[in-house]
């Protein structure tokens, strides 16, 4: 066999230790998969293992795998549920369908040429230089199984021969061409020594390469340099006069010429700390900071009455885009919002970015004129409504902006800008603090809003995203590892839930009557989506976990008390009272600051079976138990539905009281309330004169009445204002600090 080639002996020098280990680990994941897949098949085929307390979900299972295979019925059967399940909007891709005018040279189009410009075309999908790497890397692969066969003959060889001499000498004699390896591996060791010296001159003469190299590169930047230099220096110098003359040019004779002018002075500017080279080949130059300023505002305060005068604006629409004005100003239309979106990108002042957005709202009309700036304006307001440097002023216009942008733009934009929100406020609503929950909130509100443009639309993205976290629910359930329980129990998939379970309370429950059509799309994704907070609460019920239940609760409380759907949440938080934690264990007494809840999705370690975590929630549980009998206390069932509840709340009284003693107090007098809504309810139905198969007047039954006029209603209202109060405390506490 021949010597080896060099590309093998780098390849064996710098990359094979990596290689190996890389298939190493590759053999271990597949043996892993192959294990689960095993698993799986065990489960599917055999018998459910009996997990003691722990939560089989074998009903949700059923339910939710069937939500997890379906497809949208009716109208939106013909759904293709791919495009929501692409790479973010926001991130950074050229668009196949732009308009090819608009690849065009901004500077060049307004001086009225108009050359192409390759530079936004989409990579190609196989890279060149990617294929040479991965064939050199494949020729090492084959290079280093043939240098493994040799040495492992040579080597079986050489022990043969030290073992059996006469074997030796009978090959020699009889076939002397299989021992030429022998002879080969004594020549390699002395090549090898001289390859050595041979490799310590290559590597000399490769140093002084590599500095001719960079003494080129460096020649090559300076006459970079020096080019943009010289650009720069041919370039005139924007002055306060000139753009005084522009702006008064523009305003009074209507100039393209000086309309012109400034767009290219205003582009220089929005591009002073971009790598665009197009900025230096203006024919303009920006210095110092305040003529920065007031180029930008020179140019937003006379560039959009201009336009204003060559292509009118008539009900959020341009009123004519062909003719001669429309030919005129489109590429300066398209020069203004190029360099409005550059501004956009390099701004990190709230100030700043508040008042372009505000200005850059002006030209929404304009925008839609031009698919590939639509875009490129919804991802930067996606972009500024998930930054954590802006304010809340920032988020309220940047989703006012996109609400005007989606009412005005085709559907497709409209897809754009609901994924994209969407999408934000999953990625910004990991909860850290207490004081993240108001951004949390105020994120998830505006997200609410504007999906209340198109029904359509929302249900579309309603589906797929509620299909989603089925289909994430119904794999921890199935594999019930650690891995698969925080794929579910993290902040992030619990603040998922809350975002479309405000969706559809405020479109199915609050706005009902205001926009039917919404009710009517949205209410089939209740019970789905009902199903799911079932399954993640009980997913796993241990004493730990006892604050995400508490979410999970909350959330199918929302949801029951706006929609008018009923919900079993009582047997929920009676699981959690009847917990051992409350009648069995005895609480470990802790000198620990109290725990806010809404901040934990799971107790700490140092709080597990503390007195103090136990107090937090109960207090919590009691919230939610008022709040759960104050939904159903207008109903003219109540006096039955709620005898279970007390029972098992007398029960637990009598058990548990003793060891908790403040909260039997508590309860005696949620008991009251409880028996005085009932007096109440009774004592009107003693008034009616139908009969229960009277559905339509059982449904009317006190709806002149609020859940807060009864007892009941009014002591839960009482609890809420005292949990804000506390946290708004613990918010300025925090914030203080």
Known sequence: MGKAKKSTKKFNQRHLKDE???????????????????????????????????FTGVEEIDDLAGFAESVPKGALAKLDLSKFTEADPTAAGGDDDDDPSDDEDIAALLEGHGDDDDDDKMPSDSDPEDEDSDAEVGDGDEDEDED???????????AVSKKDPKF??????????????????????????GSEEEGSEEEGSEEEEDEEEDEGEQDEDAAMSDAEESRSSNATVVTSKMLEGWEKDITENQSIKSLKRLLLAFYSASHMESENENALQTPYRIEGMRIFNKT???????????FNHYAPIANDKVAQKSGKKWGIVQALIKSYLVSLLELLKQMSDAAMIQYLIKESERMIPYFVCFTRYTREFVKELLRSFGSASVDDGVRILALLSLRRLVSLSPPDVADIA???????YVRNSNVKTISNLTTIQLMRNCGVELYGNDANASYQHGFVYIRQLAIHLRNSMQLRSKESFRTIYNWQFINSL?????????????????????????????????QIILGVARLVPTAKYFPLRIHCISQLLRLSSATGIYIPVLPMIIEVLESPEFLSRRPINSTLKPLSLD?????????????????????????????????QSVRIAFPEWVVPAVLQLRRWRKRAGKSWSRFSKQLQGLLEKIDQSSLMVVQRRNK??????????ANQFMSDISTDATPIGAYASSLRKVKAQQRATMVEAEMEK
């Not at 053999?27 to 307390?53: C, F, S, Y």
């Not at 493994?148 to 050489?158: I, S, W, Y």
């Not at 021992?179 to 020594?193: F, K, P, Q, R, T």
């Open 20 to 54: 190996l280990e890389r298939r190493k680990e590759h053999k271990k994941t597949q043996k892993l998969i192959q294990k689960r897949e095993v698993k799986k098949k065990r489960r599917a085929n055999g018998p459910a293992e009996d997990d003691g307390e722990a």
């Open 148 to 158: 493994d066969e040799e040495a492992v003959f040579k080597r079986e060889l050489e």
């Open 168 to 193: 030796l000498e009978f090959m020699k004699k009889n076939d002397p061409s299989s021992l030429a390896i022998l002879e080969d591996s004594d020549e390699g060791s002395e090549d090898e020594e």
């Open 296 to 306: 930008v505002t020179t140019s937003i305060r006379a560039v959009p009455k201009a």
């Open 418 to 424: 609901l994924k994209g929100i969407y999408l934000t």
């Open 498 to 530: 809350n975002f479309w379970t405000e969706v559809l309370a405020t479109y199915c429950g609050d706005r009902a009557e205001e926009q039917p059509q919404f009710c009517a799309t949205l209410e089939s994704l209740v019970y789905p989506l009902t």
């Open 599 to 631: 901040s934990q999705l799971k107790a700490p370690k140092e709080y597990e079976h503390t007195r103090v975590y136990l107090e937090i929630v109960l207090e919590s549980v009691f919230g939610l138990l008022a709040d759960a009998i104050a939904v």
């Open 688 to 697: 009616i004169d139908f009969s229960p198969a009277n559905l339509t007047g």
